[in-house]
């Protein structure tokens, strides 16, 4: 009796196991059964469709089979057990160019969609059915379930700065894949600025061999990286040939990614006037900046320039520039939108030049914010004559926005709302929700800058502002800003987990979003890219700590947004944590020379890191 009950437990215990999916983004529609697919060399893969694209998705799913010890053969027919991937002969317009549909039971799993893009995601979405645990065996059991899934938003993108530090052509290939597998479809690549000129462009060749080199500095940026010294040669950097983009841009398109290049003009142009300096104001000699302190922030959102770093929009000569850079680059890149920057551009030089002043009192220009739409418009023309459509960032509008150019809102809402109501069609990507390169855990353990974004944060984003009509908003977007991410590694920590969020905001329906449900899934992909050996953020398990006075005394709250979770803490210098103090309410940090410590723990095992803090430390987080 007790072997059958035991047996009976066990079953049932598989079963709730496949019960569950872990599936980031979440899809629209996921039903669970009783059947079990085994998965092993036995398995088939039947390609229904002559489509070349859904061939080669075909063989990189065989190849990440292969990578976890499962060899499937291409057959034509369906034997015993069989993938069967197809194109539907009648489309399912809900289903749209993306969607897909995935069944699994006993014999078959079978994979549907309109597009190739739609089995492309199908794939991700199967690969993501393979438990962890299971990964590197013989034999996968994939639980049974059908899946009905389509995106929210066209735009579900990501946004990497390769100026500040250049990554490999490998590197971005990486970073794309990881992407890919979450249903991302736009890499905005952020090819120039101050700190590097990145883009081969054959009629301008300074642009990289003046352009695409700094002299090499470590640490911070800001005051402490001194300048260039008279004759120091300039050695760190890099640039992508146009034969690399072509390669990269056929990388990305076999993973149904669309890459949107952005040339930042006319502010962030720095690396341009090293190597052609006659295109600014002053037309003195420039360098490419090293990450030194060129400008000066006072704290209520304005900024000045130390250093020269704006295209001269008064001269004739830097729309010619500008024209030869972006007939190159509408050449290389195959997609719909160009990106013209336009963010954070310094007018002081202008306002002090006599010949823009001349320039615009010619022109009845009133103001140098109107001289930089005039710039703007300008721009958004020779980028329509390459037969492409113009985004830039939302400092775009100032001064009149240019018709039939897009507009990316990273100062808030603000931009994006206006935009919308002006009939223009935006991505959201506001600092508040979307900026991966914020700090996401305490800053006593996190590489800590201006500014903080959780995981929790990310996951709050709404793109549709109630205000606005739907048909405008394309989608939103991740930016990760590279000042303090030198490698890859890094750049994976910054931008995981709160792309998982953002990618649930642009795919998933807004009702399915749950916090509860997606950090728990969160937390099965934690165990994924530990296998992989890929690094990923585990800031969210960490406790949260929270400093206030109550009359004289100051008073700590600590909590935890993982599920089942206690915090532990010491006040007393003393450790482990997990033998002081069960947090259960806000406490006292007394006077002395002490410090907190304070760690997660679920089932009496630690989750995350412990945070080690001084009281002086902790008086500073007060709010004045």
Same mark, same amino acid.
């Given at each position: =009796?007790?072997?059958?009950?035991? /047996?009976?437990?066990?079953?049932?215990?598989?079963?709730?196991?496949?019960?569950?999916?872990?599936?980031?983004?979440?899809?629209?529609?996921?039903?669970?059964?009783?059947?079990?697919?085994?998965?092993?060399?036995?398995?088939?893969?039947?390609?229904?469709?002559?489509?070349? *694209?859904?061939?080669?998705?075909?063989?990189?799913?065989?190849?990440?089979?292969?990578?976890?010890?499962?060899?499937?053969?291409?057959?034509?027919?369906?034997?015993?057990?069989?993938?069967?991937?197809?194109?539907?002969?009648?489309?399912?317009?809900?289903?749209? /160019?993306?969607?897909? $549909?995935?069944?699994?039971?006993?014999?078959?799993?079978?994979?549907?969609?309109?597009?190739?893009?739609?089995?492309?995601?199908?794939?991700?979405?199967?690969? *993501?059915?393979?438990?962890?645990?299971?990964?590197?065996?013989?034999?996968?059991?994939?639980?049974?379930?059908?899946?009905?899934?389509?995106?929210?938003?066209?735009? @579900?993108?990501?946004?990497?700065?390769?100026?500040?530090?250049?990554?490999?052509?490998?590197?971005?290939?990486?970073?794309?894949?990881?992407?890919?597998? #979450?249903?991302?479809?736009?890499?905005?690549?952020?090819?120039?600025?101050?700190? &590097?000129?990145?883009?081969?462009?054959?009629?301008?060749?300074?642009?990289?061999?003046?352009?695409?080199?700094?002299?090499?500095?470590? &640490?911070?940026?800001?005051?402490?990286?001194?300048?260039?010294?008279?004759?120091?040669?300039?050695?760190?950097?890099?640039?992508?040939?146009?034969?690399?983009?072509?390669?990269?841009?056929?990388?990305?398109?076999?993973?149904?990614?669309?890459?949107?290049?952005?040339?930042?003009?006319?502010?962030?142009? =720095?690396?341009?006037?090293?190597? #052609?300096?006659?295109?600014?104001?002053?037309?003195?000699?420039?360098?490419?900046?090293?990450?030194?302190?060129?400008?000066?922030?006072?704290?209520?959102?304005?900024?000045?320039?130390?250093?020269?770093?704006?295209?001269?929009?008064?001269?004739?000569?830097?729309?010619?520039?500008?024209?030869?850079?972006?007939?190159?680059?509408?050449?290389?890149?195959?997609?719909?939108?160009?990106?013209? &920057?336009?963010?954070?551009?310094?007018?002081?030089?202008?306002?002090?030049?006599?010949?823009? *002043?001349?320039?615009?009192?010619?022109?009845?220009?009133?103001? /140098?914010?109107?001289?930089?739409?005039?710039?703007?418009?300008?721009?958004?023309?020779?980028?329509?004559?390459?037969?492409?459509?113009?985004?830039?960032?939302?400092?775009?509008?100032? &001064?009149?926005? %240019?018709?039939?150019?897009?507009?990316?809102?990273? @100062?808030?809402?603000?931009?994006?709302?206006?935009? %919308?109501?002006?009939?223009?069609?935006?991505?959201?990507?506001?600092?508040?929700?979307?900026?991966?390169?914020?700090? *996401?855990?305490?800053?006593?353990?996190?590489?800590?800058?201006?500014?903080?974004?959780?995981?929790?944060?990310?996951?709050?984003?709404?793109?549709?502002?109630?205000?606005?009509?739907?048909?405008?908003?394309?989608?939103?977007?991740?930016?990760?800003?590279?000042?303090?991410?030198?490698?890859?590694?890094?750049?994976?920590? =910054?931008?995981?987990?709160?792309?998982?969020?953002?990618?649930?905001?642009?795919?998933?329906?807004?009702?399915?979003?749950?916090?509860?449900?997606?950090?728990?899934? $969160?937390?099965?992909?934690?165990?994924?890219?530990?296998?992989?050996?890929?690094?990923?953020?585990? %800031?969210?398990?960490?406790?949260?700590?929270?400093? #206030?006075?109550?009359?004289?005394?100051?008073?700590?709250?600590?909590?935890?947004? %993982?599920?089942?979770?206690?915090?532990?803490?010491?006040?007393?210098?003393?450790?482990?944590?997990?033998?002081?103090?069960?947090?259960?309410?806000?406490?006292?940090?007394?006077?002395?020379?002490?410090?907190? @410590?304070?760690?997660?723990? @679920?089932?009496?095992?630690?989750?995350?890191?412990?945070?080690?803090?001084?009281?002086?430390?902790?008086?500073?987080?007060?709010?004045?």
């Amino acid at each position: =009796m007790k072997k059958i009950l035991l /047996s009976f437990l066990l079953v049932a215990l598989f079963q709730h196991m496949y019960a569950q999916h872990s599936i980031i983004p979440a899809p629209v529609n996921y039903e669970s059964t009783d059947a079990v697919f085994a998965l092993d060399n036995s398995v088939s893969l039947n390609i229904a469709t002559g489509d070349q *694209q859904v061939q080669r998705h075909a063989e990189l799913f065989q190849s990440f089979l292969k990578n976890n010890g499962i060899d499937v053969a291409v057959q034509t027919k369906k034997t015993e057990k069989t993938i069967i991937v197809s194109l539907l002969k009648k489309e399912n317009p809900t289903l749209g /160019s993306e969607g897909y $549909t995935l069944s699994v039971d006993e014999k078959t799993i079978t994979i549907s969609a309109n597009k190739a893009a739609g089995i492309f995601n199908g794939f991700q979405t199967l690969q *993501q059915l393979v438990p962890t645990e299971l990964e590197t065996a013989a034999r996968i059991n994939i639980g049974g379930c059908e899946i009905i899934d389509y995106p929210r938003f066209g735009w @579900r993108g990501l946004m990497m700065d390769v100026s500040r530090h250049f990554f490999s052509v490998d590197e971005v290939k990486a970073y794309i894949d990881k992407m890919a597998e #979450y249903k991302f479809n736009v890499f905005h690549w952020h090819l120039t600025d101050d700190e &590097g000129w990145r883009i081969e462009i054959k009629s301008l060749p300074k642009l990289t061999e003046v352009g695409a080199w700094r002299v090499e500095r470590n &640490g911070r940026f800001g005051e402490n990286r001194p300048y260039p010294k008279e004759g120091e040669k300039a050695t760190y950097g890099g640039f992508y040939t146009q034969e690399q983009i072509k390669d990269i841009v056929k990388y990305a398109s076999e993973r149904n990614v669309t890459i949107v290049p952005e040339i930042d003009f006319p502010g962030h142009s =720095m690396a341009v006037l090293a190597a #052609y300096p006659e295109l600014s104001t002053k037309k003195e000699a420039k360098f490419v900046n090293p990450g030194s302190k060129f400008a000066e922030w006072p704290g209520n959102g304005t900024f000045k320039m130390l250093i020269e770093n704006t295209l001269n929009p008064a001269d004739e000569k830097v729309y010619e520039f500008v024209d030869k850079v972006f007939t190159e680059v509408a050449q290389l890149f195959p997609g719909q939108y160009i990106h013209m &920057g336009g963010d954070e551009c310094y007018h002081g030089y202008w306002d002090e030049d006599p010949a823009v *002043q001349k320039f615009m009192k010619k022109n009845k220009i009133k103001d /140098s914010h109107e001289l930089q739409s005039y710039f703007v418009k300008r721009v958004e023309k020779i980028v329509s004559s390459k037969g492409k459509k113009m985004i830039g960032w939302d400092e775009i509008l100032e &001064g009149g926005l %240019a018709d039939g150019a897009a507009v990316m809102s990273w @100062r808030g809402m603000k931009g994006g709302i206006e935009a %919308a109501k002006m009939e223009h069609e935006v991505v959201m990507t506001p600092t508040t929700f979307a900026y991966l390169d914020y700090t *996401q855990g305490d800053k006593s353990v996190e590489n800590a800058i201006y500014a903080s974004l959780s995981l929790e944060k990310s996951y709050s984003f709404e793109p549709i502002p109630d205000e606005v009509d739907p048909k405008y908003i394309l989608g939103g977007q991740g930016n990760l800003w590279t000042e303090v991410i030198p490698n890859l590694p890094y750049a994976f920590y =910054m931008t995981y987990p709160r792309a998982f969020a953002l990618t649930e905001t642009f795919w998933s329906p807004k009702e399915k979003k749950n916090w509860d449900s997606f950090i728990n899934r $969160t937390e099965t992909h934690f165990s994924k890219f530990d296998a992989a050996n890929t690094s990923i953020s585990k %800031a969210v398990l960490e406790p949260i700590i929270s400093i #206030y006075k109550e009359g004289d005394k100051l008073m700590c709250a600590l909590k935890n947004n %993982a599920q089942n979770t206690d915090i532990y803490y010491t006040i007393d210098n003393t450790y482990p944590v997990q033998f002081g103090q069960k947090y259960t309410a806000p406490f006292e940090i007394p006077a002395g020379d002490l410090s907190l @410590r304070t760690q997660t723990f @679920r089932s009496n095992k630690p989750l995350g890191r412990a945070l080690l803090i001084h009281r002086t430390e902790l008086e500073k987080r007060v709010k004045k």
